[in-house]
T-cell receptor
Framework: QKEVEQNSGPLSVPEGAIASLNCTYSDRGSQSFFWYRQYSGKSPELIMFIYSNGDKEDGRFTAQLNKASQYVSLLIRDSQPSDSATYLCAHPENNFNKFYFGSGTKLNVKP | NAGVTQTPKFQVLKTGQSMTLQCAQDMNHNSMYWYRQDPGMGLRLIYYSASEGTTDKGEVPNGYNVSRLNKREFSLRLESAAPSQTSVYFC???????????FGSGTRLTVV
């Protein structure tokens, strides 16, 4: 079983809608989660991270962590075509020496 | 501020050839990493260096070697390239691991 699982998509949403991206993980000891955005042919860039149960908001982005159910979500409000990219979920090992990445969910926002 | 710089951006090798991928960061980060990214496989860690003078194997180290030349530079060497090493390679660095990575722009390597 992979450490981090994501639906590869593509997830298609119309412009202005809420896009919901999900990630499940196997390590119950995981304390923090990171979301990266990767445009086609480019390198991943960090969007946000979350440490505690509940929601964390940053502009149009909201990360949600549910440790009991072992899933983490990224909501993108008022989706724009420029949000079209692959979104990677990641969490570190307990000693933070390395991260486990999901294979990513491709998001298409249609004008 | 250049961040993380990788060279070359593209490379085509013949099976059995060797090459070194270069990575340098100017953010004074302690930790540096090499990942490969393949379709459907996500990012997989090859080697990492938690601090200058130390290196450790990641998930897929076979066929690779690394050198942490100094705090800024972390190179990845393929001694005898194989078609299975065709991939996109990313170097990354972090100040503190809980702040996430800064990635380089990547090297697209094809082994024929």
């Amino acid at each position: 079983q992979k450490e981090v699982e994501q639906n590869s998509g593509p997830l298609s949403v119309p412009e202005g809608a809420i896009a919901s991206l999900n990630c499940t993980y196997s390590d119950r000891g995981s304390q923090s989660f990171f979301w990266y955005r990767q445009y086609s042919g480019k390198s991943p860039e960090l969007i946000m991270f979350i440490y505690s149960n509940g929601d964390k908001e940053d502009g149009r982005f909201t990360a949600q962590l549910n440790k009991a159910s072992q899933y983490v979500s990224l909501l993108i409000r008022d989706s724009q075509p420029s949000d079209s990219a692959t979104y990677l979920c990641a969490h570190p090992e307990n000693n933070f020496n390395k991260f486990y990445f999901g294979s990513g969910t491709k998001l298409n926002v249609k004008p | 501020n250049a961040g993380v710089t990788q060279t070359p951006k593209f490379q085509v090798l013949k099976t059995g050839q060797s090459m070194t991928l270069q990575c340098a960061q100017d953010m004074n980060h302690n930790s540096m990493y090499w990942y490969r990214q393949d379709p459907g496989m996500g990012l997989r860690l090859i080697y990492y260096s938690a601090s200058e003078g130390t290196t450790d194997k990641g998930e897929v180290p076979n066929g690779y070697n690394v050198s942490r030349l100094n705090k800024r530079e972390f190179s990845l060497r393929l001694e005898s390239a194989a078609p299975s090493q065709t991939s996109v390679y990313f170097c990354a660095s972090s100040e503190q691991e809980d702040y996430g990575y800064t990635f380089g722009s990547g090297t697209r390597l094809t082994v024929v």
